[in-house]
């Protein structure tokens, strides 16, 4: 069994280090901007991201964790995971000057990832269950036999 999650508006709050467009899309250069150790580090675990923490200090034998993200991964990145106690059997990760659709990342990334576990992608999608906050990425990967869920009713309603 194998267990995704994105980690942006579904495990983790860094919405005060992005800034939308007019048009809706992020801009990127803000975010990149925003990237530093000390602004990474007050970001904020969402409900879902405290219940993921906990799950992971008491994992059921037999599954596979990871992350899928779009974001780039630093090293302040990684140490907030782990300070966090998120710690995934693989991160997956959006490549330093990647422009991929997040679906089309994420669809790369675990193809990738399916070839080291010697393991045809379908067939590993169908024992998969992700977890993302992207209507796109998660209807991309529906199609896959993936189930998907979306993580923002869940965090709305267990907010503190």
Known sequence: MLFI??????????????????????????????????????????????????????????????????????SADYDYLAAHNLRFDAILSRPEGCTLSDADLKE???????LTQRMPFRRLMKTAFFWDDNKTVRDRFTSYGVTCYNPLKFNTENAQ
């Open 108 to 114: 790369k990334l675990l193809r990738q990832f399916a």
């Open 5 to 74: 999650f994105d980690l942006d508006h579904t495990l983790i709050d860094s919405s005060h280090r992005q800034l939308t467009r007019a048009d809706g899309t992020l801009d990127l250069d803000h975010w990149r901007d925003n990237c530093t150790k000390e602004k990474i580090m007050l970001d904020q675990l969402l409900p879902l991201g405290r219940q993921v923490a906990h799950y992971l200090r008491h994992l059921p034998p037999g599954r596979l964790n990871i992350a899928c993200t779009a974001r780039v991964m630093g």
